[in-house]
């Protein structure tokens, strides 16, 4: 007679912490999910969609079972090779837009990234040969000193700036991929300033060719408001600009709405709401920008009360990076982000003298 069969071993301990870890997936996202739908520009959504993306990360080596130390490996191989290309890629794509754009302070900020994330690298990687070939009582001394207390000090800075233009990235990148819909009774057009006083730039008129791809998808034709008033070095105002264009490419002009006396993005939204707010009927609203804008245009749109949906119009790759920087800069310059991002640096750092000092 043969050997009876062994039941099947069950993993108790695995199957506890699988179910656990899908538990933290499904509320990280619900939670995402809801405050995405709630209000698309608030700051908060880039910290809750990071940590859904970090737990997403952690669920699926879960789901790898006896292969997760080889799924570990691969994403671990990924993390650390992403962060090696990234200072590079900065620093080429800073070259390339000096190149094509000319030498202009807004111009250097993709190189300006790419140099200090690259120092910080190059410390990091300095202080851990130093510590990994000292005793415990070298590196305590080591670590005391003015210098590589000032060398931590400026990894721990750059690391934390990283992270947050990261987290940042991110979003303005799921803003973009995130499905909208197209049933939309106005279009709003962000302008931009004008080539010679009269001509559409390229990046205003990919805004325009965007607006104009919404119109042509809608099931009924909606209102295509072009926003933006006369510049002192412009003949003409960036809306009548937008309208002729429109008319060039076959949208009626009893479709166009123009709003001409805006100045500013604040401006360009609060003229446009209350256009829209004096007439009637259903009010769904697109908003378009260049993809880079779109966040920072949505927090005007809360503060105006403007309730839309922000849709990004290409723009060329290597003008997107210092585009995006300046984009993060202005976000970060407000009162309440700057005081929360110093205050989060400024605990970074006790943290670290906490740490160094202990001994």
């Known amino acids: 007679m043969g050997r009876p069969s062994e039941e099947p071993v069950i ?24 405050l995405f739908k709630k209000d698309r520009s608030r700051y908060r959504n880039c910290y ?32 650390v090779i992403f962060i090696l290309i990234v200072p590079f890629f900065f620093i080429i794509n800073g070259f390339i837009m000096l190149k094509k754009e000319g030498l202009h302070i807004s111009h250097m900020l993709s190189l300006s990234l790419g140099l200090a994330i690259f120092v910080g690298e190059f410390l990091t990687i300095l202080n851990y040969n130093i ?40 979003y303005v990148i799921f803003l973009q991929i995130v499905p909208k819909k197209n049933d939309f009774d106005y279009v709003i057009i962000h302008g931009a300033g004008l080539l010679e006083g009269d001509r559409i730039s390229r ?30 070095d412009e003949t003409i105002s960036e809306a009548e600009a937008m ?18 006396e805006s100045k500013t993005t604040y401006e360009n939204i609060y003229n446009s709401k209350k256009i829209i707010e004096s007439r009637e009927g259903r009010k769904y609203t697109a908003l378009v920008t260049s993809n880079y804008h779109v966040y920072r ?17 290409r723009v060329a790759f290597y003008y997107w990076p210092s585009a ?23 605990a970074t750092m006790v943290l670290l003298m906490l740490y160094i000092y202990k001994f």
Not at 14 to 29: G, Q, R
Not at 58 to 65: D, T
Not at 329 to 346: L, S
């Open 203 to 232: 990046l205003l008129s990919d805004r325009i060719d965007k607006a104009i791809d919404i119109y042509k998808k809608a099931p009924n034709p909606p209102k295509i408001i072009p926003s933006g008033g006369k510049g002192d």
């Open 48 to 79: 809750m969609l990071f940590i859904a993306l970090v737990v997403t990360a952690f669920f699926i080596m879960e789901l790898a079972g006896e292969y997760m130390a080889l799924a570990f490996a691969i994403m671990a191989s990924i993390t």
């Open 11 to 34: 993993n108790w301990g695995y199957i506890v912490i699988l179910v656990f870890v899908a538990i933290v997936f499904v509320i990280c996202w619900s939670v995402f999910k809801y």
């Open 297 to 313: 245009a949505l927090r005007y749109c809360r503060k105006t009360g403007l309730q839309c949906t922000g849709i990004g119009s």
């Open 131 to 170: 510590f990994s070939h000292g005793t415990d009582l070298y590196f305590n001394d080591y670590l005391r000193k003015p210098l590589p207390i000032l060398g931590t000090v400026i990894i721990l800075t750059i690391i934390y700036g990283s992270m947050s233009f990261l987290l940042f990235m991110i």
């Open 324 to 346: 995006l920087i300046r984009e993060y800069i202005a976000v970060h310059a407000e009162k309440k982000h700057a005081v929360i991002m110093a205050a989060g640096w400024v």
């Open 243 to 260: 309208e002729k264009y429109l008319i060039e490419k076959g949208i009626p002009r009893e479709d166009i709405i123009i709003e001409n």
